[in-house]
């Protein structure tokens, strides 16, 4: 199975900060990665797929970047709506992996 | 407006059964590819089986914890996805969501509101 791992497991930030969360594969999974929110109590929602295509209505701020094993999230100026906690998803192959998941939480 | 209104959920004793079901509207759902994730309390999202379409044969995939346990099936003319879960464990506790894939690119991009499934004696 491909392992995701996310770094870091929580950050704290301001409004307007440029923010970066990674997520590291366990071996190759091509350009077969999601990103998804999740607010509290909420289901998730898709904010990015094919590593860096912006899903449709996602806000121009959150951009992702990568290839191979090391992909990367960025929000570039963190606005108050952007709490919650973050997940990237590989569906380079079977059984579909999640990361761990990123909490952001703003100061 | 596209929507997945899963339910269901509830319950149940350790070594039991139970069906989520998921109803679709807005979409041609027999076009899409329908999955199950799932998250424990206060844990991350774990990722349970899919379903693809009768174009292909409407065939599963599982994760290793349900595999053999869980089953998944659809009804496209109910527009309709099930989640049978049988030997029901207490680790299976969790919020059950299901979602389906963007046609054109695979990805989850609509999800239901999720049910609650509690095992426990």
């Known amino acids: 199975d491909i392992q995701l791992t996310q770094s870091p497991s929580f950050l704290s930030a301001s409004v307007g900060d440029r923010v970066t969360i990674t997520c590291r594969a366990s071996q190759?999974?091509?350009?077969?990665?999601?990103?998804?929110?999740?607010?509290?109590?909420?289901?998730?929602?898709?904010?990015?797929?094919?590593v860096s295509t912006l899903q449709s209505g996602v806000p121009s701020r959150f951009s992702g970047s990568g290839s191979g094993t090391e992909f990367t999230l960025t929000i570039s100026s963190l606005q108050p709506e952007d709490f919650g906690s973050y997940y990237c998803q590989q569906l380079n192959s079977y059984p579909l992996t999640f990361g761990g998941g990123t909490k952001v939480e703003i100061k | 407006?596209?929507?997945?209104?899963?339910?269901?959920?509830?319950?149940?004793?350790?070594?039991?059964?139970?069906?989520?079901?998921?109803?679709?509207?807005?979409?041609?759902?027999?076009?899409?590819?329908?999955?199950?994730?799932?998250?424990?309390p206060g844990k991350g999202l774990?990722?349970?089986?899919?379903?693809?379409?009768?174009?292909n044969s409407y065939t599963t995939e599982y994760?290793?914890?349900?595999?053999?346990?869980?089953?998944?099936?659809?009804?496209?003319?109910?527009?309709?996805?099930?989640?049978?879960?049988?030997?029901?464990?207490?680790e299976d506790t969790a919020v059950y969501y299901c979602?389906?894939?963007?046609?054109?690119?695979?990805?989850?991009?609509?999800?239901?509101?999720?049910?609650?499934?509690?095992?426990?004696?």
């Open chain 1, 28 to 50: 190759g999974i091509g350009s077969y990665l999601a990103w998804y929110q999740q607010k509290p109590g909420k289901a998730p929602n898709l904010l990015i797929y094919a």
């Open chain 2, 1 to 40: 407006e596209v929507q997945l209104a899963d339910s269901g959920g509830g319950l149940v004793q350790p070594g039991g059964s139970l069906r989520l079901s998921c109803a679709a509207s807005g979409f041609t759902f027999s076009d899409y590819y329908m999955d199950w994730v799932r998250q424990a």
């Open chain 2, 99 to 121: 979602a389906s894939r963007g046609v054109g690119h695979g990805y989850l991009d609509v999800w239901g509101r999720g049910t609650t499934v509690t095992v426990s004696s």
């Open chain 2, 46 to 55: 774990e990722w349970v089986g899919r379903i693809s379409n009768k174009a």
């Open chain 2, 63 to 90: 994760a290793a914890s349900v595999k053999g346990r869980f089953t998944i099936s659809r009804d496209d003319s109910e527009n309709s996805l099930f989640l049978q879960m049988n030997s029901l464990k207490t």
